[in-house]
């Protein structure tokens, strides 16, 4: 079974432009879950998706979104790109609840970088 | 408000010994928790978890122990191995509802050979 993909693994943007990343999860799992990680800050959640609806969502501005499609494919996207936003960006998806199985299947993450 | 701390960033250890790694939570409402591993460059990957309802689950090298009353956790690695030297954050779910993951900041370990 292939793992969680993310496109693109690398990109560098300006600031003030706008960037789009891709996830696709695990097949059969309906869960996707958005992540940054900084140093030092630890995996900063984002977002969750679970059938196409934002079910989870954490202390980020409105700049930063998401979506999920009906394949269970999402994708995020951040508008009005600043220095700091500079990161990984990883996503997981699960089964849950599906399945009471709770580990999360991470991708290799999008290093974004904003010049 | 970090619900879920690892106070330690870094911890050397001699390959063949013990590796401890610990994390504490403030919120009493999470009942299972899960330790992730993480080489550069790559995604986090799952080694270990514990429901609330366990003090202790073993998975080879790996144990997890869980103190509830004192709202900590720690991930014991028997023996450390040179491979083990990654990233290692461990993660809190109040598996109901919602089902929000709430990570820690990490400890790097490194295991000197």
């Known amino acids: 079974k292939a793992g969680v993909t993310q496109t693109p693994r690398y990109l560098i943007k300006t600031r003030g432009q706008q960037v789009t990343l891709s996830c696709s999860p695990i097949?059969?799992?309906?869960?996707v879950s958005w992540y940054q990680q900084t140093p030092g800050q630890g995996l900063q959640f984002l977002f969750e998706y679970f059938s196409e609806t934002q079910r989870n969502k954490g202390n980020f501005p409105g700049r930063f979104s998401g979506r999920q499609f009906s394949n269970s494919r999402s994708e995020m996207n951040v508008s009005t790109l600043e220095l700091g936003d500079s990161a990984l960006y990883l996503c997981a998806s699960s089964q849950i609840p599906d399945r009471a199985n709770y580990e999360q299947y991470f991708g290799p993450g999008t290093r974004l970088t904003v010049t | 408000d970090q619900q879920v701390k690892q106070n330690s960033p870094s911890l050397s250890v001699q390959e063949g010994r013990i590796s401890i790694l610990n994390c504490d939570y403030t919120?009493?409402?999470?009942?299972?928790f899960l330790w992730y591993k993480k080489y550069p460059a790559e995604g986090p990957t799952f080694l270990i978890s514990?429901?609330?309802?366990?003090d202790k689950n073993e998975d080879g090298r790996f144990t997890v122990f869980l103190n509830k009353s004192a709202k900590h956790l720690s991930l014991h690695i028997v023996p450390s191995q040179p491979g083990d030297s990654a990233v290692y954050f461990c993660a809190a779910l109040v598996a109901s509802g919602t089902y929000k993951y709430i990570f820690g900041t990490g400890t790097r370990l490194k295991v000197l050979a």
């Open positions: 919120n009493s409402m999470f009942d299972y």
């Open positions: 097949s059969g799992h309906r869960s």
């Open positions: 514990i429901s609330s309802i366990k």
